[in-house]
């Protein structure tokens, strides 16, 4: 784990060198200041020496100062390179998460993969730069100080060698019991994450049903579990700083009273006032070090359960991937399902899709209809290859869709799913998905065929409009015409249109469906809908049951031989819905 987020530091590499040899002339400075504090004492103050006073506090300012300007030099490369750490890690949990296949996505729930960029990465930031600041100078400051309290006197020095154990066993403890609960905490986040993202998309909902109140109860159960497993975690950490004052303390008397005994029997001669007081600021060094130590281990606590979610992310291989020596040319748009079993877990007891057989040649046009559940959104997905069969095999062009690159197949798939979506920008930059390097004149054409040109044009900045984050300043009509407008300007050999018409009418249904047999002929189109109208005039029509095929053909086939077409049929000419 340490090894996979190391490899995000690249870059900033120097930073993270330079910080921490600062930090050591830092501390190299700050323990040298005690022993010329001593000097100052003995030498200049209780020997009267005054050309020994100046020079021996000449050299003190000299000292503090060198160790001020290290200590912001230090400050400096320590946050450039937390910072940037922190900038990889998202750059490259981000990127990974683009290549996750759907199922992927599933396992981790995108509130979940919100908060690891967000929380996790920031608890790491924090981490990384008390690590390359503190964590160093801990150790450092107390060794160095370990080692000049043994110079000026190492019967004393003793003393600290008899508390570290204490108070190192009694960190130990408090670590692993704090450990669990800050693993529990995250998950929480998570699920809180999940409710904010669930209100705020379902907004209108909440409202039209007053719900308001019962959003509001979720919301603080869940940030209620999240203060309660904090304050279980702070009451236990908070045991680091009594512990730490009762060793310090313990230290502190322990050197007064054998250093003051020392000074008394030896008349000044074997250890003197100015040597005492050094060790009194060796006392401070060593234990606040520790001290700081202890806040390392806490953060390292904190951050243990953030790191390990994090290299989830970057670890998680997509189970969709390009094969070595991958096809680059997809040659036509036809499509066979053969012997297809598919099923969301893996598993094949539970497939949503079951033995599927079907050829579809290029230029094509098939209608799917079917139920809620019945297979017809998880079929046509497989075709791009947003899942992966578990059973059998698809083919587009002739070839296995596991033969393609997966950009090059995909970019050869148009789709346009249930859940228009469209992104914060203009019209325009949101219609060059489909192809980055669109003209003007392919955009308005690619609109006109999708039936967006009119109500584009209204709008008072036309094509340079800005569509609001989700697309929530259209109306869900627009919303699909805008989308179906995007995938055209693909110009792609297969085009699926996932039940995105619902939200227009019949005329403008029909005026869509006769501009793409006029307008590309050549490219196989998939229609998912629930009017027969929608799919009434398409070359052939397959029907789903729970995942099984009950019935292919032309509208005047399936009304005669299937007893489903048939009745959402009747249903839909006598304006009911079957029951």
């Given amino acids: 784990m340490i090894r996979r987020l190391m490899g995000c530091i690249r870059e900033y590499k120097k930073p993270t060198i330079l910080a921490p040899i600062f930090i050591t002339l830092e501390v190299v ?17 209780d020997g009267g020496d005054f050309h020994a006073l100046i020079v021996t506090g000449a050299a003190l300012v000299v000292f503090v100062i060198m160790s001020l300007v290290f200590g912001v030099l230090a400050g400096k490369y320590a946050a450039v390179a937390s910072s940037g750490f922190a900038k990889n890690l998202r750059h490259d949990m981000f990127h990974n998460v683009q290549t996750y296949s759907f199922r992927n996505i599933d396992k981790f729930s995108a509130s979940s993969i919100v908060t690891r960029l967000t929380t996790d990465v920031q608890n790491l930031q924090n981490s990384y730069q008390m690590l390359v600041r503190i964590a160093l100078r801990t150790p450092a400051m107390l060794i160095f100080s370990l080692v000049m309290a043994f110079m000026v006197n190492a019967e004393l020095a003793v003393i600290f060698l008899c508390i570290m154990p204490v108070l190192a066993a009694g960190i130990f403890l408090i670590m692993t019991k704090v450990h669990p609960i800050f693993k529990r905490v995250f998950k929480t986040y998570d699920k809180l994450n999940g409710v904010v993202q669930e209100n705020l998309h379902g907004i209108r909902v909440v409202k039209s049903f007053v719900r308001e109140e019962y959003e509001k109860k979720k919301f603080g159960d869940i940030s209620g579990e999240i ?7 702070e009451k236990r950490m908070t045991l680091t700083n009594p512990l730490m004052q ?3 303390y313990a230290a502190i008397i322990l050197l007064s009273w054998f250093g003051a005994r020392i000074i008394v029997l030896s008349g000044g001669r074997d250890f003197s006032t100015g040597e005492l007081m050094s060790m009194m600021t060796y006392a401070m060094q060593i234990l606040g070090s520790l001290m700081m130590l202890s806040m390392v281990f806490v953060m390292i606590i904190m951050s243990r359960a953030s790191a390990e979610r994090v290299v989830e992310i970057l670890d998680e291989k997509s189970d969709v991937r390009s094969p070595a020596n991958a096809v680059m040319d997809v040659k036509d748009g036809s499509v066979a399902f053969e012997d297809v079993s598919f099923s969301y877990s893996g598993k094949e007891d539970k ?16 209608g799917i209809l079917g139920g809620t559940g019945s297979g017809k959104s998880s079929l046509v997905q497989l075709i791009p290859r947003l899942y992966d069969v578990t059973k059998g095999s698809v083919k587009v062009g002739g070839l296995d869709v596991r033969e393609y690159d997966l950009d090059v197949l ?11 979506v469209l992104f914060s920008g203009t019209i325009k930059e949101n219609l060059r998905w489909g192809n980055e390097n669109a003209t003007d004149e392919e955009i308005i054409h690619a609109c006109k065929l999708a039936c967006a040109h009119d109500f584009v044009s209204a709008f008072p900045d036309g094509y340079d409009t800005y569509i609001e984050q989700g697309g929530s300043n259209v109306s869900g009509g ?11 300007l693909k110009k792609p050999k297969i085009l699926i249109l996932d039940d995105s018409t619902s939200a227009v009418d019949t005329h403008t249904d029909a005026m869509i469906r006769k501009a793409f047999l006029e307008e590309i002929p050549d490219t196989t189109k998939f229609i998912i809908a629930q009017r ?16 099984v095929v009950t019935g292919v053909g032309t509208h005047e086939e399936l009304i005669e031989n299937n007893e489903i077409y048939r009745e959402v049929y009747e ?9």
């Fill in 246 to 248: 009762t060793c310090m």
């Fill in 227 to 233: 203060y309660s497993d904090f304050v279980k975690a």
């Fill in 532 to 547: 027969i109208s929608s799919i009434q005039d398409a070359d052939f029509t397959i029907v789903l049951d729970n995942g």
């Fill in 351 to 366: 497939c949503c899709l079951k033995n599927i057989d079907i050829e579809i040649p290029a230029g094509a046009t098939v």
């Fill in 410 to 420: 995909r970019q050869e798939v148009a789709m346009v799913l249930q859940k228009n």
């Fill in 29 to 45: 400075m700050e323990v040298i200041i005690p022993l010329y504090m001593a000097k100052l004492i003995d030498e200049g103050i």
């Fill in 571 to 579: 249903a839909q000419q006598k304006g009911s819905v079957p029951q």
């Fill in 478 to 488: 627009q919303k699909q015409r805008l989308c179906i407008a995007r995938a055209l």
